[in-house]
């Protein structure tokens, strides 16, 4: 049975009705309470009035990163700072940071989402969870620990970084469930086989993991390596944190907490509704929070919604694993390319770790991709010929599948930065104009 089956497998005529009972009272909420909004709203002549259903989420605007940056830090907070219990905010690494406040209502609403995505993981009472997620402005730590509080759970709150402790304290206190970035639990596995650790004679038995994209074959490899079973949050400062959207046991997709935020697919060109089914940019609309909600949020996670009776009868909407964002697509030789398709036929290879970069460079007036993937040991002290005979395997592999040549250059083992948080996987050199 789900956390909270009373909102988790509601009939979907009663679910569609409460979102727009609550999509009303938002949009008449930001229009009273924050001048952004409101002024927006009049310049497109739409009003709360004219929300007739919950296809009319199309006639508002979008909300997009930039206009989070060009009203920083509180600009669009719909409530006093004296109503604001706590601030979170992301990194800041390609500007201004996006800041998160939150009045103490919009805690527990973020708390109850998060139970949620950890008891659909399997997460019990009896769990003693490590919760490897930096604690501080980022959401992930503070997320999953009030998560885990409500379920019930021991909590080890590690944070992340210091792998080998990680390690030894997964030992020590009987860790069962593990909470990490997919790129720091691939870290610790890697760091465990070097201390001679076996995982799979550990207690843990399932991680929860997510705050950066990961492919279903980097899903086994942790399976594989760790000993678990990896389930996934996926979420954004934005809108709360993670707990937006979660996967359950039978990992069929993701379940988006729909009474607390309304999920639209567009194209992310013409900005037009796709249907059911197609992929498109995900945009997503606050119902439920205060602080502040967002309208329409331009989210440039690329994936496709779809309805069915889902795990435990649950029948909320659910969207595919994220593997790409609009915004990071490259183009090589007029081909639109991800990294989450290069990481996945990477995986498809066994000459190769799970460890990569992907550099841009220009070379003349065209655009190089070079892929910096680790070698296994074995592999890469086998001798130059051997590196080239796989690196011409990988480059193979690559243009049959994706269509475009690329450069490949079979690294050493710890080449590659490790990360204990997101993994820096694009590296992009051409000179900015160029882009």
């Known amino acids: 049975m ?33 001048p952004f909004y409101r002024n927006r709203f009049k ?17 508002l605007p979008f909300t997009v990163k930039d206009d989070l940056r060009d009203n920083y830090p509180f600009k669009l907070c719909a409530v006093p700072m004296k109503d ?21 209502e919009d805690l527990a609403q973020w708390t109850e989402c998060m139970a949620r995505n950890l008891y659909a993981a399997g997460i019990r009472k009896e769990d003693i969870v490590q919760n490897a997620y930096g604690y501080g402005l ?43 970035t997919p790129s720091y639990a691939l870290t610790i596995a890697e760091r465990a086989e070097e201390l001679k650790v076996n995982c799979r004679d550990l207690p843990v038995r399932v991680g929860v993991f997510g705050a950066e994209p990961w492919t279903s074959q980097m899903r086994q490899e942790i399976e594989q390596r760790l000993g678990i079973k990896a389930q996934e949050a996926y979420g954004l400062t934005e809108l709360c944190g993670p707990g937006v959207a979660f996967d359950a046991e ?80 490259l183009i090589i030789s ?15 290879l066994d000459e190769v770790e799970p460890q990569y970069r992907l550099v841009v460079r220009k070379k003349g007036y065209l655009d190089q991709l070079v892929v910096q993937v680790e070698g296994k040991k074995e592999i890469y002290e086998s001798g130059k010929d051997r590196r080239h005979e796989v690196e011409g395997k990988i480059a193979a592999h690559i243009k049959g599948n994706i269509g ?32």
């Open 43 to 59: 310049e497109m002549g739409i009003g709360p009035e004219d929300l007739k259903g919950l296809e009319d989420v199309a006639k």
């Open 2 to 34: 789900p956390w909270n089956d009373a909102f988790e497998c509601m009939p979907v005529d009663k679910l569609k009705a409460f979102q727009l009972e609550k999509l009303k009272e938002t949009v008449a909420w930001v229009n009273e309470k924050v």
């Open 138 to 180: 980022f959401t992930g730590g503070l997320g999953f620990h009030q998560g885990a509080t409500a379920v019930g759970c021991t909590i080890v709150p590690t944070s992340s970084g210091l792998t080998e402790r990680q390690i030894t304290l997964m030992k020590d206190f009987g860790t069962t469930v593990l909470f990490c």
């Open 250 to 329: 039978d990992q069929n997709g993701l379940y988006i907490n729909e009474d607390h935020f309304l999920a639209e697919t567009v194209d992310p060109q013409t900005l037009e509704p796709v249907a059911e089914g197609e992929r498109g940019e995900l945009v997503f609309t606050s119902l439920q929070r205060r602080a502040m909600p967002m309208i329409r949020y331009r989210t440039k996670d690329i994936t496709r919604l779809w309805r069915e009776p889902g795990h435990e009868g649950r029948t909320f909407v659910r969207m595919e694993k994220v593997t790409g964002r609009s915004d990071d697509m």
């Open 404 to 435: 475009i040549s690329v450069e490949v250059d079979l690294v050493e083992h710890k080449f590659i930065a490790r990360s204990e948080g997101k993994a820096l996987r694009v590296v992009d050199e051409r000179p900015k104009q160029l882009r």
């Open 84 to 104: 604001v219990v706590r601030i979170h905010a992301s990194s800041g690494t390609t500007g201004k940071p996006i800041t998160g406040p939150y009045t103490a």
């Open 334 to 348: 007029g081909v639109n390319v991800f990294p989450s398709q290069i990481e996945s036929l990477l995986l498809d």
